[in-house]
């Protein structure tokens, strides 16, 4: 059965999209299930944190994301897409500047290219969970990764309410599923946030009164584990497992799993 597909999206820059895939991989793996990451990111954020910027900034597009969408890549086998990070139970199709020449503003026209992504997951069935790192915008990665997803988690940084733009994230989502119809919100997923400030404080009661439900409860803080544990290139799991923020991201883990079994009683972790 293909493995269990979240795509981590947002347009809003910077909210921890790719800091939250990453880590989330390490708490997944820690609760047993193996992972595949996606960077759908031409920033390739989430492969330089397991791989290193120079290595990754040097791969040429044949061996990033961007093949599943060159034409000339088409006779290339996908599974050499995928790589180890070096951590158990956790691989990665990496991404760098090269996907950006895909990344176009106007997904829903392209053809055929709206569905590589799936296309390729589609055949993966040696992993329990994928997890799709998307840029901040909804372009064709955001689309594609949409189309190939089962769940939307909308990472949402607790301010800045009216520039977040959640209104057109909702809209993409929609569309996306007239596409994919299987596609379903798992919730927004409040990050970096500081219980210390009143306007925290203030837009996450004001997220939740919008949004009901849709919030999970979890609510990953700013931490500077979590940070420096990126920079170190391991997940928080594997860095301080006894962190508080390795704390959180298990506990997230386990309720997105309890919400996806919650959801689909078909479709649920083994
Ligand atoms: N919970 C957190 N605590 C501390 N630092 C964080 C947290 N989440 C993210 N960061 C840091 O904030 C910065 C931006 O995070 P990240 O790259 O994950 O955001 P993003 O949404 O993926 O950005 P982009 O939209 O550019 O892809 C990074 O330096 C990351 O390490
Ligand atoms: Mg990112």
Redesign the pocket.
């Known amino acids: 059965m293909a493995a269990i597909t979240l795509c981590l999206i947002?347009q809003k820059?910077?909210?921890?999209?790719?800091?939250?895939c990453f880590h989330l991989a390490g708490a997944f793996a820690a609760h047993g299930y193996s992972v595949l990451l996606v960077d759908a990111?031409p920033?390739g954020?989430l492969s330089q944190g397991f791989l290193g910027s120079d290595f990754v900034e040097n791969l040429p597009a044949s061996e990033t994301l961007a093949a599943l969408f060159d034409e000339s890549c088409f006779f290339l086998d996908q599974q050499l897409l995928i790589r180890p990070t070096g951590f158990e139970n956790i691989s990665i199709v990496p991404a760098n500047q090269h996907l950006a020449d895909y990344n176009a503003p106007k997904p829903a026209t392209a053809g055929m290219t709206q569905f590589v992504v799936r296309e390729f997951l589609e055949q993966q069935d040696a992993y329990d969970v994928v997890l799709i790192?998307c840029?901040?915008n909804l372009y064709q990665c955001s689309w594609n990764s949409m189309i190939a997803a089962h769940y939307v988690v909308i990472?949402v940084p607790p301010e800045d309410f009216g520039t977040q733009g959640l209104r057109a994230v909702h809209q993409a989502i929609d569309n996306a599923r007239q596409l994919n119809p299987t596609l379903r919100r798992l919730g927004h997923l409040v990050?970096?946030y500081d219980k210390r400030l009143l306007v925290h404080r203030s837009y996450e009661e004001r997220l939740r009164e919008l949004y009901r439900e849709m919030v999970l409860d979890t609510i990953?803080?700013?931490?500077?584990a979590?940070?420096v544990a990126?920079a170190c290139r391991q997940p928080v799991e594997f860095y301080s497992a006894k962190s508080a923020a390795a704390a959180t991201m298990r506990t997230l883990v386990e309720e997105l799993v309890a919400r996806i079994s919650q959801k689909n009683k078909r479709r649920t972790f083994a």
């Open positions: 947002n820059g910077g909210c921890g999209k790719s800091s939250t990111d920033q954020s790192d840029p901040p990472p990050t970096r990953v803080p700013e931490a500077s979590f940070k990126l």
